[in-house]
């Protein structure tokens, strides 16, 4: 799978992002929230943020709710944000309709057996550009 370069200043900030904590690897997390959330998640291309780490990325297409994003926060090379090193994935989106749906998503993501946590962030506290950059 190609990795997707950052180089780009121009991004867009969602509102809010929702911080997951959760061991499991990334396709069993993203098979989890497709369960839990009814969306279509599927591999996209891999963010690389610098020259040695590579982080999975999952999106749905686009529908009625708008595009939606897992990234992972954490590999065995290092982290898209230290700011938040007990948070293992970033769900964001770009939809007015994700926006009216997210206090509903984080309460049913956090019924789920799989994920210890799910918190809201505000996109202004996250420092990693690259993460606003990954929304369309």
Request: glycine share 4%.
């Amino acid at each position: 799978m190609r990795n997707v370069k950052i180089h780009s200043d121009n991004y867009v900030i969602p509102d809010p992002i929702l911080a997951i904590s959760c061991t499991y690897p990334p396709y069993r997390v993203a098979w989890e929230i497709n369960r839990v959330l009814g969306v279509t998640l599927s591999q996209a291309l891999d963010l690389q943020f610098n020259e040695s780490a590579s982080f999975k990325v999952f999106q749905n297409s686009k529908d009625d709710i708008g595009i939606i994003k897992l990234i992972e926060n954490k590999t065995e090379t290092g982290r898209l944000s230290t700011k938040y090193k007990n948070i293992d994935y970033f769900l964001i989106a770009n939809g007015q309709e994700y926006r009216k749906v997210i206090r509903d998503f984080k309460i049913r993501l956090h019924r789920s057996q799989l994920i210890q946590g799910t918190f809201e962030i505000s996109p202004d506290k996250l420092l990693a550009k690259a993460i606003m950059m990954m929304v369309v």
